[in-house]
C-alpha cells in the first residue's frame, strides 16, 4: 500500500500511515475480512481509525472497516479508495449521505484469478495432480486405452459463466487452445460476447454442452447457490466444474452428491463456503477433485494493483478530475 501511494508525496500529500489488525495472524486475518462481507463494516470496532481522521481529507484502507460511525463522525473526510474491486468493507451509503466520495480498484487481480482458472481447468483436465500424487507415491502409471485418456483441449466445449474482466480473460487465454467456447452473462449483449470470441449461450444450453464450466460471478442474493443440484443434472457426466470465485455460489452438497452420484466427472475448486475447509469436508475424500486454498488472487502483482490504481484515481483526483472508479 505505502509503496503504491508514496509517489502522490511529490504533490505534497502528506501520510499518516497505520495498520489495522497488523498483529493478527494470517488465518485471524482471512476470518474477519471474509467475515466483513456478509457482516458489513458496521459490525467492526472502527474507533481506533476514526481517532487518526482528524484534519484527514482522504482515507485509503485495503480491508479495514470504514463504518457509518467512522463517516459521520470524520468531518474533513472528502473521499474513500478502497484498494480491492469490492467495496464491502465501506459503508458506500454512509459516504453518499455525508457527501464522501467512494473510489475502488476493480480488476486488481484479474489477471491472476483468470490465469489460475485457466491452470486449474487445465491440471483438472489432463489430471496433472493425481499423475503427481501417483509418481509421488512410488507408481509408474501410463494408459494406453483411449477410452481411458482424456481429451486434447480443442476437442472440449468450455463454458464460460460471468462475463466481466476474470471471464473474458479466460477466454482470452483459452482461445490459444483453439477449444469451443460459451459464455453466460445476463448483463452482455450477444454481440458483445461474439466480437470477444465466445458463442453466447443461456445457462441452461451452456451447462448441457461443456465439458467444463468456469465460475467469474460475483456473489449476491440472485446467485448465491447458482450451481445446485438440477445445474449438476444438467451437466454431462464427464463435465468439470471450476470455481475461483466466491464459494457460495456452489451449493457443496450437491456437488458432493452429484460426485458419488457419477452425475460430474470432477471439480477444482479454490473457493468455498466455509473457509478454511474443514478438516472432515466430504470433498476430501473425492480423488477426482483438486482442492486449493483460496489463493487463486494472490500474487504480487495483484496485492500492489489495487493501491497503484488508487493512486491513479488520487492523482486524477488531485488534477480537478473525476476518477474512473468512483463507487456510485
Not at 127 to 143: D, K, M, R
Not at 224 to 244: C, D, H, V, W
Amino acid at each position: 500500500m505505502y509503496e503504491a501511494l508514496e509517489g502522490l508525496e511529490e504533490r505534497g500529500v502528506a501520510f499518516d500511515r497505520m495498520d489495522w489488525m497488523g498483529d493478527a495472524s494470517p488465518a485471524e486475518f482471512r476470518n474477519v475480512t471474509m467475515d466483513m462481507e456478509s457482516a458489513g463494516p458496521g459490525s467492526y470496532d472502527t474507533g481506533a481509525i476514526a481517532a487518526e481522521l482528524d484534519g484527514v481529507d482522504a482515507l485509503v484502507v485495503h480491508k479495514a472497516p470504514v463504518s457509518r460511525e467512522l463517516i459521520d463522525g470524520a468531518d474533513s473526510l472528502e473521499l474513500v479508495g478502497a484498494a480491492r474491486g469490492g467495496t464491502e468493507n465501506v459503508d458506500v451509503e454512509a459516504a453518499a449521505d455525508n457527501g464522501v466520495t467512494v473510489l475502488h480498484a476493480p480488476g486488481r487481480n484479474r489477471d491472476a484469478v483468470a490465469d489460475y482458472a485457466v491452470s486449474m481447468l487445465l491440471s483438472r483436465l489432463r489430471e496433472i495432480p493425481f499423475n503427481h500424487a501417483e509418481l509421488s507415491a512410488g507408481e509408474w502409471n501410463q494408459v494406453f486405452d483411449p477410452d481411458r485418456l482424456p481429451p486434447d483441449v480443442r476437442t472440449t466445449t468450455v463454458g464460460v459463466v460471468g462475463f466481466g474482466h476474470i471471464g473474458r480473460g479466460v477466454a482470452r487465454r483459452l482461445a490459444g487452445f483453439d477449444p469451443e467456447i460459451l459464455a453466460y452473462d445476463p448483463f452482455v449483449d450477444d454481440d458483445e460476447i461474439r466480437e470477444a470470441g465466445p458463442e453466447p449461450a443461456d445457462l441452461e444450453t451452456l451447462l448441457a454442452e461443456s465439458d467444463a464450466v468456469t465460475l467469474h460471478v460475483r456473489l449476491s442474493r440472485d446467485t448465491e447457490g447458482m450451481m445446485g443440484r438440477e445445474e449438476f443434472q444438467r451437466m454431462k457426466p464427464s463435465a468439470y466444474l471450476i470455481n475461483t470465485a466466491r464459494g457460495g455460489l456452489v451449493d457443496e452438497e450437491a456437488l458432493v452428491a452429484a460426485l458419488e452420484n457419477d452425475e460430474l466427472g470432477g471439480a477444482a475448486i479454490d473457493v468455498f463456503q466455509e473457509e478454511p475447509l474443514p478438516v472432515d469436508h466430504p470433498l476430501f475424500d473425492r480423488d477426482e477433485v483438486v482442492l486449493t486454498p483460496h489463493v487463486a488472487g494472490s500474487t504480487r502483482d495483484a496485492v500492489l494493483g489495487g493501491p497503484r490504481i488508487i493512486a491513479g484515481q488520487l492523482d486524477d483526483y488531485l488534477d480537478g478530475e473525476t476518477p474512473e472508479h468512483v463507487v456510485e
